[in-house]
C-alpha cells in the first residue's frame, strides 16, 4: 500500500505541482543570442582635484579613493 500521502485525491494536484515546477525552471542551455562588442571601458590613470590638479592614481597604490572636504561657511 501507498502512504496515506499518495491517495487519489492528492496525486493529480502533486503531479501538477511537479510539472509547473519543472516547466518553469530554468533552461540548461545557454543563452547564445547575446553578442558584445568586445570592448572594454577605458580606466582612468589620473584624476582631477577640486581645484584642478591632476593626482596619479599610483599615489592612492591604484586603490579607488573618494576624498570630501568641507568648509561651514
Known sequence: MLPHIFTRKRYLPLVAIFLAFLGCSDSTGGNTSV???GTQPEISTE???VDGSIISVSDFNG???AMWF???N
Request: charged share 0%.
Open 35 to 37: 553578442q558584445t562588442s
Open 47 to 49: 584624476v582631477q582635484a
Open 63 to 65: 586603490v579607488p579613493t
Open 70 to 72: 568641507w568648509s561651514p
